[in-house]
T-cell receptor, first 111, second 106 residues
Framework: SQTIHQWPATLVQPVGSPLSLECTVE??????LYWYRQAAGRGLQLLFY??????ISSEVPQNLSASRPQDRQFILSSKKLLLSDSGFYLC??????????FGSGTRLTVV | KNEVEQSPQNLTAQEGEFITINCSYS?????LHWLQQHPGGGIVSLFM???GKKKHGRLIATINIQEKHSSLHITASHPRDSAVYIC????????FGAGTRLTVKP
């Protein structure tokens, strides 16, 4: 069966520090992978999606970047966090006829 | 106007009450999801449906494709049901509602 792992579940980081959130999937190959963010009081917004290794599309300009070093690994990064980067980050895979599967999310607080 | 509208935004209920959360959407979809976000932020996928009705324990989800509307029902609500419930629809992309914050008081 297909599963998706996202970690960490919560993270507190100081302003200016780097960020790395990781998402991995099991039980599937060549998945479409997605990073979403939910800012306080708002709905989830697509940040990045990837249809294959090294292929990243960005939906909104921001202080974040994404990478896909392996087929089943999707990483969300920042070199220097801003206070406005605080929020809830959600990884997902799938789309199309297979539907979507969601990670459990990461609550990031930048202090 | 958002493509996915949820109502109500906030809901407070007494333990044992029957809860209904509504989701309306304006795009053609291939599936609709109901997600539960716990106070700590963790997401749990409750239902994925493209027609009819699904039931899991005290939770029931229905969808009317013609009316572009879905409802999530919770029977015999309990304080542990307190969470944010998010409706999300799939077409070529995933589109999310803003969520309904449910508080169930003992």
């Amino acid at each position: 069966s297909q599963t998706i792992h996202q970690w960490p579940a919560t993270l507190v980081q100081p302003v200016g520090s780097p960020l790395s959130l990781e998402c991995t999937v099991e039980g599937t190959s060549n998945p479409n992978l997605y990073w979403y963010r939910q800012a306080a009081g708002r709905g989830l917004q697509l940040l990045f999606y990837s249809v294959g290794i090294g292929q990243i599309s960005s939906e909104v300009p921001q202080n974040l970047s994404a990478s896909r070093p392996q087929d089943r690994q999707f990483i969300l990064s920042s070199k220097k966090l801003l206070l406005s980067d605080s929020g809830f980050y959600l990884c997902a895979w799938g789309g199309g006829s297979r539907g979507y599967t969601f990670g459990s999310g990461t609550r990031l607080t930048v202090v | 106007k958002n493509e996915v509208e949820q109502s109500p935004q906030n809901l407070t209920a007494q333990e044992g009450e029957f809860i209904t959360i509504n989701c309306s959407y304006s795009v053609g979809i291939s599936a609709l999801h109901w997600l539960q976000q716990h106070p700590g932020g963790g997401i749990v996928s409750l239902f994925m449906l493209s027609s009819g009705k699904k039931k899991h324990g005290r939770l029931i989800a229905t969808i009317n494709i013609q009316e572009k509307h879905s409802s999530l029902h919770i029977t015999a609500s309990h304080p542990r049901d307190s969470a944010v419930y998010i409706c999300a629809v799939e077409d070529n992309d995933m589109r999310f509602g803003a969520g309904t914050r449910l508080t169930v008081k003992p």
